[in-house]
């Protein structure tokens, strides 16, 4: 009954005109850039974190969590229409959702990615708030150990269900890792890694090197191939799926919804991670594999709705223990920062209003993505047949004004381009780029971590493996490794990740 | 034989994370250790770095024993994309302060349009001054970004 009256204070905050209005603000800016390739919600919400100064805290977090989760559905559209993953998230969405696109079946397959995702949007919201009071309990007991096994938890399983090389990826993780560390160490105040320069005694922002990386390195990337033989699929088609394809997407939907709630909770969690597992999945259960990759409607139910209710979910760790499981997490806590509240367990006791209403406007906010994406799908194809060679400049003015926006730094600028120039290396060397921001959003956290859980212990290591609740996760940690060295799995994850 | 092996991407990136791997040992080594129980400034990123440079070294022996799969990376990498976009990225974080919003974008727009093959100034020109024009009612008027529109 308590969950009710939670839910009951979340509605009437969520309902409430002026948040009604922020939420639909935030998703439709949101699908916005999600259609756009090459601006994510990283770069949208740090434009717009100025803004958010002025509006009450809940107001702001619900447009900016608009942004997130809407620009999981716009990714989809792009990917569909484009083949161009608008958000990372959509990559596995690219597969057959274009392969479909080019049979005619656009519409369906676009109708499929919606639906879905609005069931696993719903689906996630009423876990994350069934969830939240008991894991808020838990997450008091732990201690600087638990944090600190939960965060390996998090970049191993980011690791094994990632795709590419192995080590490559824990090598990224590292790097991150070591990124995250430039700047002044809070315990002793030393600088570190800063070469004696100013500008990094405070560390480099993650939108620095998300707007790099993933923004400039992405589009000297994309700036390779040829443009003008890609063709946007503007004949959609009804975008109502046929009977047939309810049948076969049922389970995948349900399967990709439950895999992305359980996996948006893990810190390095999140969209992308579900997306992924969930086609992995799809790959292997199907009765004709071979079909994938050439339009089967399966690998577009499981991902999108995967990618929706980890995007959904990642909000738990956030909202519940304060660590933020990936780039726009590590921004939200930036944002409630400015607006004087901690996140941390204790949120929900002390700002009720904002934990439940926030909780409330995602359900509300998916329903507002269905209502704006079946009808609009217009708006957005016709934004698609925009050329590539005009987007691109204003897709770099937007990074530019991001980066800046968030210290009023043009040095970050000059620095997003080193790391865009990086970025494009490392797309070279098949260096998957995603768990070396996880590990730099994690980078201090860990470390802070594990020396206060080393100082607790009295500089004994094994207090990681005696208490229980750090020693479960770790052994998580561990079965995941595990999979790896079977060679079903293996077999799998390269057969999914296989380029085309 | 050789070349194309020093040439493939797993020898690059062994290379480059063996390197970055020693390069944060030297510079952790420049700070207290500390011990396990109290742990000075250096010493989880000395940790780091070992790991990393093992990986690194794993990632080239393991290409050294399989041998590179004769791709050749520097043929594969495109150097005028590379080069334009961040020259405009550049252009923009230098001009910005002194010259404007308005000019900086233009400037930006200009080089990093240059980085396809078989640009066409006159409609760069165009897409500068509409980008321009946009970013200036968006950013500067609307969202009250602290840059100067016109040169100071």
């Known amino acids: ?500 | 034989m050789r070349i194309s092996l020093v040439n493939s991407r797993d020898f690059v990136s062994g290379l480059l994370f063996l390197s970055l791997g020693l390069l944060s040992c030297y510079l952790s080594a420049a700070h207290s250790l500390g011990n396990a129980m109290r742990m000075g400034p250096g010493y989880f990123p000395l940790l780091l770095g070992v790991v990393l440079s093992i990986l690194g070294l794993v990632l080239l022996v393991r290409c050294l024993r399989l041998g590179g799969e004769g791709e050749n990376l520097l043929a594969s990498l495109h150097w005028r994309p590379a080069l334009f976009v961040g020259a405009g990225v550049v252009a923009f974080a230098l001009l910005a302060q002194e010259q404007g919003l308005l000019l900086a974008t233009l400037g930006l727009t200009l080089l990093s349009g240059l980085a396809r093959r078989g640009a066409h100034v006159p409609e760069l020109l165009g897409l500068g001054a509409a980008l321009a024009a946009f970013g200036v009612a968006v950013f500067s008027f609307g969202l009250g970004l602290p840059l100067p529109v016109l040169p100071v």
Not at chain 1, 184 to 211: C, K, Q, W
Not at chain 1, 433 to 441: E, H, K, N, Q, T
Request: net charge neutral; charged share 10%; hydrophobic share 55%.
């Open chain 1, 1 to 500: 009954m308590e969950l009710l009256s939670h839910l009951s204070l979340g509605v009437e905050t969520a309902l409430s005109w002026s948040n009604l209005l922020y939420c639909l603000l935030g998703v439709t800016l949101g699908t916005l850039v999600g259609v756009l390739p090459g601006i994510g919600p990283v770069a949208t919400i740090a434009m717009l974190l100025p803004v958010t100064y002025g509006l009450p805290p809940t107001s702001a977090l619900i447009m900016l969590s608009g942004i997130y989760y809407g620009a999981q559905y716009g990714g989809s559209t792009a990917a569909i229409l484009v083949n161009l993953p608008g958000e990372s998230s959509s990559l596995v969405t690219c597969l057959d959702g274009h392969a479909l696109a080019k049979k005619g079946r656009a519409g369906a397959a676009l109708g499929i990615a919606a639906i879905g995702s609005f069931f696993a949007g719903t689906a996630a919201t009423v876990v994350v708030a069934a969830a939240a009071v008991p894991l808020a309990a838990f997450a008091l007991k732990f201690g600087p150990a638990e944090y600190f096994s939960l965060m390996v938890l998090g970049l191993i399983a980011a690791v094994v269900l990632a795709q590419g090389d192995i080590f490559k990826a824990i090598a990224m993780t590292l790097l991150g890792l070591l990124l995250g560390l430039i700047g002044i160490d809070v315990n002793s105040g030393e600088e570190r890694f800063t070469f004696g320069i100013p500008e990094l005694a405070e560390g480099i922002s993650f939108v620095v090197i998300s707007m790099g990386i993933f923004g400039i390195g992405e589009i000297i990337a994309n700036l390779e191939r040829d443009h003008s033989r890609e063709q946007v699929i503007r004949n959609v088609g009804s975008v109502l799926p046929s009977r047939e394809d309810y049948r076969r997407s049922w389970k995948p939907v349900l399967r990709g919804s439950a895999l992305g709630t359980v996996l948006g909770v893990l810190p390095g969690g999140g969209a992308m991670l579900s997306a992924f597992a969930s086609y992995m999945i799809e790959k292997r259960l199907a009765k004709d594999p071979s079909e994938f990759g050439k339009g089967a409607i399966e690998g577009v139910a499981g991902p999108e709705s995967a990618n929706n209710a980890g995007a959904q979910t990642s909000f738990i760790p956030l909202l519940v223990m304060g660590l933020p499981s990936n780039a726009v997490m590590a921004l939200m806590i930036g944002a409630m920062m400015i607006h004087g509240i901690v996140p941390g367990p204790q949120v929900m006791t002390e700002r009720p209003e904002l934990f439940w209403g926030v909780i409330v406007s995602m359900w509300v906010g998916n329903g507002l993505l269905l209502l704006l994406n079946l009808p609009l799908i217009g708006v957005w194809v016709r934004l698609l047949s925009v050329p590539y060679r005009m987007l691109y400049p204003a897709i770099l003015l937007f990074c530019c004004i991001g980066v800046f926006s968030v210290n009023n730094s043009l040095f970050d600028v000059l620095l997003a381009v080193g790391f865009g120039l990086l970025g494009y290396l490392f797309i070279k060397l098949q260096c998957e780029p995603a768990p070396l921001l996880l590990g730099f959003v994690l980078g201090p956290l860990m470390e802070e971590n594990l020396r206060r859980a080393m100082l607790l212990s009295r500089g004994d290591a094994t207090v990681f493996f005696t208490r229980p609740i750090s020693a479960s996760l770790l052994l998580i940690a561990l079965l995941f490794l595990a999979l790896l060295a079977l060679p079903h799995f293996r077999a799998t994850r390269k057969v999914a990740f296989a380029e085309d």
